[in-house]
């Protein structure tokens, strides 16, 4: 093996060790230097979502960016994939679309303002790690699916369902807000133990400078025993 497939296979060993409980991985980016993927929570740029896209950037590395498949890895809890999440406190029972990164290395938001957008990077929902579903708040000057989500409050239910039938269900443990600007990503997308699912939208007043809401509401929720 030449030195350089060494370094490649050391550094998909470290990948993998660092990432936050995803379960099937499929072509994702490696750069050569430093070596980043979309999925990890430390990102050089800041966690600043706006009103059509969450801004996931990834760092700016050296040298040309790989495509490698890596074999799905099975351990700890089964997520299952989205297909339809439903919130009754606030009377959300909507389709999930599957988000990945736009143009620019951010996280996209569903096509559709009445859908929500499960990030397909991070954990599915129900196994070890941080899922994450994004929403819009309004749209086109009109509430949309995620319009009362700062309602919620601890003990509040939030059901998944996938397309054969299987659910997992979860409970708020808590929300904070955080400035559209924030570089608080671990608290979102880092690893953790846990089976989580934080849902996000955008809150506060409309910044005309910035060209999105000043603030991001995040609820935290974790499955149910």
Known sequence: MRLSDKLIVIGLSLVTLISFGHVGINAYQIQANPLINVREAVIDDSFTPHFK????????????????????????????????????KINVDTSVEFVGETAN?????????????????????GAQGQAVIAGHVNYRNGP?????????????????????????????????RYPYDTTALDDVFGPTSKQRLNLITCIGEFDQNAGTHGERLVVFTEQMD
Not at 107 to 123: A, I, L, Q, R, T
Not at 152 to 172: A, N
């Open 53 to 88: 896209s969450i801004h996931l950037y990834r760092s700016n590395g050296f040298g040309e960016s790989r495509k490698v498949t890596l074999d799905p890895i099975q351990s700890g809890p089964i997520g299952i994939v989205p297909a339809q999440l439903m919130i009754p």
């Open 105 to 125: 290395n951010q996280m996209g938001v569903p096509e559709n303002p009445d859908y929500v957008g499960w990030y397909k990077y991070g954990s599915k929902p």
């Open 144 to 176: 949309s699916v995620f319009y009362d989500l700062d309602k919620l409050e601890p003990g509040d239910t939030v059901t998944i369902t996938d397309d054969t039938g299987d659910t997992r269900q979860f409970v708020v443990v808590d929300k904070k």
